[in-house]
């Protein structure tokens, strides 16, 4: 059983006795209350002088004392059972904020090794893109070379395929839907290894 399991069975077993304590005293407050009406019917019989009343009267009297003992006691006994219950609470709700700072740590742990992850991935990537950068300008020369008249797309192709990729990420415009499929099949000007061209 976990820590916050223990109080909570403790602050089950304190909110019983408090409501034992609490009955009792209410158990007392009946009993006072229907001595009270006997209390009241017997004083007029006392203080003409019946010796029986005056004795019924005067037991009365002590029991009414020990009732009232009995009903003070009790409610003072709930009321410290009150108090342990509020510190058994507050307790709990440490316990609660240590295990949720707990996990908030190590999800930030994991956080930070997934952040690791992703930026070796965006080295990958920024390196890839240097790589295409420098094979475009090298196609493009080549295809000057041939006499051939090739489109300068790789700054609006790599922008355009980023914003696609990253668009839940970053606040850009809309983006063509062309761009939504893989970088190789958006670029018109690559060529599949042994494919025709």
């Not at 009343?53 to 409610?75: F, I, M, N, P, V």
């Not at 009321?79 to 904020?97: D, N, V």
């Not at 992850?117 to 475009?136: F, H, I, P, S, Y």
């Not at 489109?151 to 983006?175: C, I, K, T």
Request: charge should be negative; proline fraction near 2%.
């Amino acid at each position: 059983m976990g820590v916050a399991e223990q109080i909570d069975a403790e602050i089950e077993r304190l909110a019983g006795q408090r409501d034992e304590a609490l009955a009792r005293a209410e158990d007392s407050d009946r009993k006072l209350e229907e001595m009270n009406e006997r209390r009241i019917a017997l004083a007029p019989a006392a203080f003409t002088g019946d010796e029986a009343a005056d004795r019924e009267l005067l037991t009365l009297e002590q029991g009414a004392g020990r009732l009232s003992r009995k009903a003070r006691l009790a409610r003072n006994t709930a009321s410290e059972l009150g108090r342990l219950i509020e510190e058994a609470k507050a307790r709990r709700a440490k316990e609660e904020r240590r295990v949720h700072l707990g996990r908030h740590v190590g999800l930030s742990e994991e956080r930070y090794r997934l952040e690791v992850e992703l930026e070796e991935a965006m080295g990958g990537v920024l390196e890839g893109l240097k790589r295409l950068r420098k094979l475009d300008a090298d196609q493009h020369a080549e295809a000057r070379a041939a006499g051939l008249g090739m489109e300068h797309r790789y700054r609006s192709l790599v922008a355009s395929w980023l914003s696609s990729r990253f668009r839940g990420y970053l606040p850009l415009g809309e983006v063509d839907e062309a761009y939504r499929e893989p970088l190789f099949d958006a670029d018109e000007q690559n060529l599949e290894p042994g494919g025709e061209g």
